[in-house]
């Protein structure tokens, strides 16, 4: 197999903004600072009551004309921001070839595109691939740097049911990801988040999940985060409280209904594992037990597997 030389590829980086005047101008800089400078940015305002507009405006007078775009949002949360955004594009002809995800209070580091793209280079052209990795997390003042959790089980749609491993301000999709995911978006409906979909699509579909150990940005924490990291003993217990109080229930079932609309590109064992999956909830215990083990699925640590079989123990999924 040939690989793929996407040095001379644009990439269109695909950015959902709401009130992010005060973190946007540093995300924004940390484009021009990409040693791959062949972008593209479409922004899409929520409604901001803030400098965000003006912010994005200025940004786009100092940049070649159609570099820079803004649209309007549907102001109806991130999500649906992000699959507005990808609908706004799958209706531009011609399509983007190669798509990034940012959020609007990050700092990308100066390799974040390139490496991405020589990764999925690497990739079979044919399959949809996704990249996705690691992030160095910092407080607001983008310090105090840690980093993420690690992911040390294999991607796998298994995996992709029941955990969100792809973080969204890291994502790049390669051209046949980015086929497959402008046509999904026509049919699906409401998501939990707009990450998680890609993955469960993406993987559901046969492609390839590359999560990459190296960190590609800063990912700033602060009181606004829409979710932010979840790998502290608080946000183990936030977690778990809202599997108690059935979270984890109602994202399961927005996430089969959002898979099954668009299940003509998902892979016959794929769409069955996931009408399975949708059926876990209603078996006596046994039974849901046993299917459970047979359907192989997994989270990404020992301890978040076992809170899956608690889950399905007592119909919390």
């Known amino acids: 197999m040939a690989l793929h030389d996407p ?9 959902a903004v709401y009130n992010g005047a005060d973190t946007l101008p ?5 484009f021009d600072a990409q040693s791959h400078c062949n972008w593209r940015l479409l922004a ?15 940004f786009g007078s100092a940049h070649p004309r159609g570099q820079v775009k803004m649209i309007k949002g549907p102001q109806q949360g991130a999500s649906e921001n992000f699959l507005g955004l990808l609908r706004h594009v799958a209706n531009q002809n011609p399509a983007p070839r190669w798509i990034a995800f940012s959020d609007q209070d990050d700092v990308w580091l100066p390799d974040k595109i ?7 280079g690497q990739c079979d052209p044919s399959l949809p691939a996704l990249y996705c990795s690691r992030t160095w997390v910092t ?9 993420s959790a690690p992911r040390p089980r294999a991607p796998h749609f298994r995996n992709a049911l ?12 390669n051209p046949a990801a980015v086929s497959l995911v402008l046509e999904a978006v026509k049919y699906v409906g409401p998501v939990v988040v707009h990450d998680w979909w890609l993955y469960q699509l993406i993987s559901g579909a046969g492609g390839r999940i590359v999560h990459d150990n190296v960190p590609g940005l800063l990912y700033r924490q602060h009181e606004a985060n829409q979710i932010g990291v979840n790998d502290t003993a608080n946000a183990r217990l936030r977690r778990f409280l809202q599997l108690l109080r059935g979270d984890f229930r109602a994202w399961n079932q927005t996430n089969i209904a959002a898979l099954l609309s668009c299940g003509a590109v998902l892979r016959p064992d794929h769409l069955a594992m996931l009408e399975s999956f949708a059926r876990l909830s209603t078996l006596p215990v046994l039974k849901r037990m046993l299917l459970l083990k047979q359907l192989g699925l997994y989270r990404q640590t020992v301890g978040g597997t076992m809170t899956l079989w608690f889950a399905v123990l007592f119909r919390l999924v």
């Not at 001379?8 to 950015?15: F, G, K, S």
């Not at 305002?45 to 994005?56: A, N, W, Y």
């Not at 390139?114 to 999925?120: F, N, P, V």
């Not at 969100?164 to 994502?171: D, K, M, P, S």
């Open 7 to 15: 040095r001379a590829e644009t990439v269109d980086i695909l950015m």
């Open 26 to 30: 540093a995300q924004l800089k940390s």
């Open 44 to 58: 899409s305002d929520d409604g901001s009551s803030d400098k965000t507009v003006q912010v994005l405006n200025t």
């Open 114 to 120: 390139s490496r991405a793209m020589t990764t999925l």
């Open 139 to 147: 407080c607001r003042s983008l310090s105090n740097r840690r980093i």
């Open 162 to 173: 029941v955990q969100n491993i792809a973080a969204g301000n890291t994502i790049v999709l």
